[in-house]
């Protein structure tokens, strides 16, 4: 099953993301097939950067998201747009 998750880049101590679309068998720094967008902890408040069409797409396909990165894409208002087109 294809995963929407986090990939983490950071220092230690300094977290940093990536989202990315990869297989749920990869490890979590592992292969991936996409990265749709970044994530930063660290500021105040925390960054988001995701490409809502790549997500979009990855969604349609049937990409599953985990608990942290649908959080994400329900507070940017990309699952509302998945529903909508279903």
């Known amino acids: ?6 990939r983490r ?3 230690k101590g300094h ?3 990536r989202v990315v679309v990869a297989d ?3 490890a979590r ?3 991936f ?3 749709i967008g970044t994530y930063d902890p660290m500021t105040d408040p925390s960054e988001i950067k995701i490409d809502e069409q790549l997500a979009l797409k990855w ?3 049937g990409a599953q998201p985990t608990e942290s990165v649908g959080a ?3 507070k940017l208002g990309i699952m509302d747009k998945v529903k909508e087109t279903a």
């Open 15 to 17: 977290p940093f993301y």
């Open 24 to 26: 749920q068998r990869t």
């Open 9 to 11: 880049i950071g220092a």
């Open 59 to 61: 969604l349609r396909q």
């Open 29 to 31: 720094n592992g292969a």
């Open 1 to 6: 099953m294809v995963r929407i998750r986090l």
């Open 72 to 74: 994400m894409l329900k």
């Open 33 to 35: 097939i996409e990265q």
